[in-house]
């Protein structure tokens, strides 16, 4: 039965697996018989996409991890999230840009505009990785983009239509499988599977969405205390952790 524990994820990656799939990457995979990429988007939390990005590692399995540079959630920029993104790769994975086009109103239908921003994210996010990002995702991309099948110089777009066409693509998005997945592996089917995950959905033990959601945010407020507590002189003498709810 499909749900979003670390045991069901070991269980998806033992079933690529046993029935012929090799895990690769976006740049890797013609090289390889029944290919899969693996690809996780990080929204919402680095430490989360850690957690996924260690434990693939034990397992010996690579994937792509996107990240969004324009986030309302984590800072690339600050000590701990950069620290989290170079322990991401040191893992052996990628880092790729997770590209928002809303963050750009003027470049709306614009996709020449939209290709130079992609450019301008990648060189920021490849400051941070001290190398090449060389892979982008869109976050809840447009039609319009979507439907132009972006052509990067040394950017693997992974919304192109090779990616959608050639490949099976299948989405956790919303902490939902739209298709049957396992019975999609089972069949073979297909014989490449382009495959994304996000982290953020993955526990140890099942939890709603509801649950996920009302943690995350709740446990915010205890981020927040420690980030002032670093940076503010003596916080316990004006409030204790206690009157935080969490």
Not at 89 to 112: R, S, T, V, W
Not at 155 to 170: A, D, G, M, P, T
Request: with cysteine; charged share 25%; glycine share 2%.
């Amino acid at each position: 039965m499909m749900n979003f524990t670390f045991e069901w994820y070991e269980y998806l990656l033992e079933l690529l697996s046993e029935y012929g799939y090799h895990f690769t990457d976006y740049h890797n995979w013609k090289l390889i018989k029944n290919p899969v990429i693996l690809r996780h988007d990080i929204d919402y939390d680095l430490s989360k996409a850690l957690e996924i990005a260690e434990f693939e590692t034990k397992r010996e399995v690579k994937s792509t991890y996107f990240v969004l540079i324009s986030s309302d959630f984590y800072n690339i920029f600050s000590i701990k999230n950069t620290k989290l993104i170079h322990q991401i790769q040191n893992c052996g994975h990628e880092i790729g840009l997770h590209f928002d086009e809303m963050k750009y109103p003027q470049a709306i239908g614009n996709i020449e505009k939209i290709r130079e921003e992609i450019i301008k994210e990648t060189n920021i996010l490849s400051y941070i990785t001290e190398c090449p990002v060389t892979t982008v995702s869109m976050h809840r991309p447009s039609k319009a983009v979507l439907n132009a099948d972006l052509k990067l110089s040394g950017i693997i777009n992974s919304y192109s239509q090779i990616f959608f066409h050639e490949f099976k693509y299948l989405s956790d998005s919303r902490r939902h499988w739209r298709e049957p997945v396992e019975e999609i592996i089972k069949n073979k089917k297909f014989e490449k599977l382009h495959i994304l995950t996000h982290a953020f959905w993955y526990y140890k033990e099942e939890k709603s969405m509801h649950d996920t959601i009302k943690e995350f945010i709740n446990g915010a407020n205890g981020k927040y205390y420690n980030f002032f507590h670093e940076n503010f002189t003596d916080l316990e003498s004006i409030m204790k952790l206690e009157e935080i709810l969490v």
